[in-house]
């Protein structure tokens, strides 16, 4: 499963950052970006989040997904398109098959958010 691979990596990025950092952060949420054509299910992954942080550094974190919708650009009407994941993906314009992905394909930490000493702080990636 898709989700199940991506939650691993997900929490081996996180760890090796919460590892290198002097005092163990208390980790509060973690705000990622997710293409809608990575085929990626934000409810699976949230579900496989927490399933596999369960008792660890992370149980109670919250993961915050932000969608990015599919965009493509078609090169002979100089236009942006939005396709329509499984059913058309070329150019509602001229018919050309879809070439130039614009966004959609994103899939990433955004931020994440925690506290330490008092205090909140975001660190960006
Ligand atoms: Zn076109």
């Known amino acids: 499963m898709h989700e199940t691979d991506m939650t691993k990596s997900l929490i081996l990025t996180v760890k090796d950052w919460y590892q290198s950092q002097p005092e163990p952060p208390k980790i509060e949420k973690i705000h990622l970006i997710v293409g809608q054509f990575t085929c990626v299910e934000p409810v699976s992954l949230q579900f496989a989040f927490e399933v596999q942080t369960r008792n660890s550094f992370l149980a109670d974190v919250e993961l915050v997904i932000k969608d990015i919708p599919l965009v493509a650009f078609c090169h002979s009407c100089q236009q942006e398109y939005k ?43």
Do not use: T, W
């Not at 993906?89 to 506290?115: F, Q, T, V």
């Open 83 to 125: 396709p329509e994941i499984g059913l058309q993906y070329s150019c509602p314009g001229c018919n050309s098959p879809m070439e130039d992905i614009r966004a959609g394909r994103e899939l990433k930490i955004d931020r994440i958010e925690y506290s330490s000493l008092n205090s909140h702080h975001e660190v960006f990636h």
